[in-house]
């Protein structure tokens, strides 16, 4: 689905990724982790068009994106959400669906000033289309709230939702259990599944390992911009260096275990 060559990027004399190669199979759930600043949230800026590579290649479905911008990205079939939660607080949950939902319309804001009955039975089919989709993230009871109303966990749903509207094939969550209660968690972990059973491509940054390796079938883990493991989540929670880029050394430890006793 998703084949990442050699890829670099630096900020100045600042080296953030580091001729990172990663290739995320078609249909399933893969997991990003790594410690704070090792450069996961730029790989997903290089793979969605938002920033591009010093040097290295990015291939999806067998079409090169270098140098595609981030919304002919996303007409290709590639959808994100981000850490920091971007949705339109002061609009409903489905106008915020309905937003990404317009992207693919054949109608312009033209029509709306002299509604056909082709636009008007667009309009009403694009609608329940927002419907099911809330519905696909357990929203569609809240469809005509506004999204300011809604608790931190339900807005990070429906940002998924909102992702959804955009028909991906692959799908990038960064961090989507951040701020989640233990009870929100678990929903979401099930809605995830959901939509890899259905056929979608996954691929999620996160820091609750717990979350993390109960969903993924592969995990990679980047360290200081470089790709320091990739295999099952048994593999990772055995692999050495995963361990060391999470906690130190073996030494590192033990005097931490020795100061705490």
């Known amino acids: 689905m998703l084949v990442l060559t050699g890829i670099s990027k630096s900020f100045g004399g600042l080296q953030v990724l580091d001729a990172v190669t ?3 199979p078609r249909q399933g759930i893969f997991g990003l982790i790594g410690p ?3 450069g996961k949230t730029t790989l997903f800026n290089i793979i969605t068009g938002m920033l591009s590579p010093s040097s290295g290649s990015i291939e999806f479905a067998g079409r090169h994106l270098n140098g595609m911008p981030a919304y002919q990205i996303t007409r290709q079939g590639v959808a994100r959400t981000f850490q920091n939660i971007r949705i339109f607080r002061e609009m409903t949950l489905i106008e915020n669906v309905l937003v990404a939902l317009a992207e693919r319309s054949r109608y312009s804001a033209l029509h709306m000033l002299v509604p056909s009955s082709g636009y008007r039975e667009a309009v009403a089919i ?5 419907l099911e989709l809330l519905g696909r993230v357990g929203l ?5 709230r506004m999204a300011e109303t809604l608790s931190y966990g ?3 749903r429906l940002e ?3 992702a959804l509207a955009t028909r991906p094939k692959l799908l990038l969550l960064d961090e989507p259990a951040a701020g989640m209660n233990s009870a929100e968690k678990l929903l979401l972990m099930d809605e995830i599944v959901k939509l890899g059973d259905g056929g979608l491509t996954l691929l999620i940054i996160e820091h609750d390992m717990r979350f993390i390796m109960g969903l993924s079938s592969q995990v990679a883990v980047l360290n200081f911009g470089r790709l320091i493991a990739q295999g099952t989540p048994e593999e990772i929670r055995a692999n050495g260096a995963v361990v060391e880029a999470y906690l130190g050394s073996d030494d590192e430890v033990q005097k931490q275990i020795g100061k705490r006793s």
């Not at 694009?126 to 927002?130: F, N, Q």
């Not at 569609?140 to 005509?144: L, N, P, T, V, Y």
């Open 36 to 38: 704070n600043g090792a």
């Open 140 to 144: 569609a009871e809240k469809a005509d």
């Open 160 to 162: 998924i939702a909102r």
């Open 154 to 156: 339900e807005q990070r």
């Open 22 to 24: 990663l290739n995320i």
């Open 126 to 130: 694009e609608r329940d289309s927002a």
